[in-house]
């Protein structure tokens, strides 16, 4: 298990691309292969949007992201004191219901469900969220080319 790095900004979606980059930056230093790291960057992008607006719907308030190396995995905890929500019991989409007819929302929970190899959800002791997501890596120096 490698060291526990985090980052904690105001839930504001200019803050995104500071997100971006923290995740980037520390897979990047555990030698996550670069693939993995754009998934890995598009799940927490995803989540953390989803934070932002409709957990905390544009209010103040603050998002950390915390990411280690776990064996052979990259696990990214998000934690937030946004309203309770568990992602991990949306329903999957109906993807064969045309555009027009599916509900609103949803999508940005799928997508990381098919990114991320696990994805675990429970209220803190301070009642917040906490959202664990594991993405099995690929590391880069493990690669035979």
């Given at each position: 298990m490698?060291?526990?790095?985090?980052?904690?900004?105001?839930?504001?979606?200019?803050?995104l691309?500071a997100?971006?980059?923290?995740?980037e930056?520390?897979?990047?230093?555990?030698?996550v292969?670069?693939?993995?790291?754009?998934?890995?960057?598009?799940?927490?992008?995803?989540v953390?949007?989803?934070?932002?607006?409709?957990?905390?719907?544009?209010q103040?308030?603050e998002?950390?992201?915390?990411?280690?190396?776990?064996?052979?995995?990259?696990e990214?905890q998000?934690?937030?004191?946004?309203?309770?929500?568990?992602?991990?019991?949306?329903?999957?989409?109906?993807?064969?219901?045309?555009?027009?007819?599916?509900?609103?929302g949803?999508?940005?929970v799928?997508?990381?469900?098919?990114?991320?190899?696990?994805?675990r959800?429970?209220v803190?002791?301070?009642?917040?969220?906490?959202?664990?997501?594991v993405?099995?890596?690929?590391?880069?120096?493990?690669?035979?080319?």
């Amino acid at each position: 298990m490698s060291k526990l790095v985090s980052l904690r900004v105001a839930a504001d979606v200019g803050q995104l691309g500071a997100i971006r980059a923290f995740v980037e930056q520390q897979a990047q230093a555990l030698h996550v292969d670069p693939e993995t790291i754009y998934d890995l960057t598009l799940a927490v992008n995803e989540v953390a949007t989803n934070i932002m607006v409709h957990g905390y719907r544009s209010q103040p308030g603050e998002i950390e992201i915390a990411l280690r190396r776990q064996g052979d995995a990259i696990e990214i905890q998000l934690h937030d004191q946004a309203r309770l929500f568990d992602p991990t019991r949306v329903p999957a989409p109906d993807l064969t219901l045309p555009l027009h007819k599916r509900p609103f929302g949803g999508m940005g929970v799928h997508v990381t469900r098919q990114i991320v190899d696990a994805m675990r959800y429970r209220v803190t002791p301070e009642s917040g969220n906490e959202l664990t997501l594991v993405k099995r890596a690929i590391m880069a120096h493990d690669r035979k080319e």
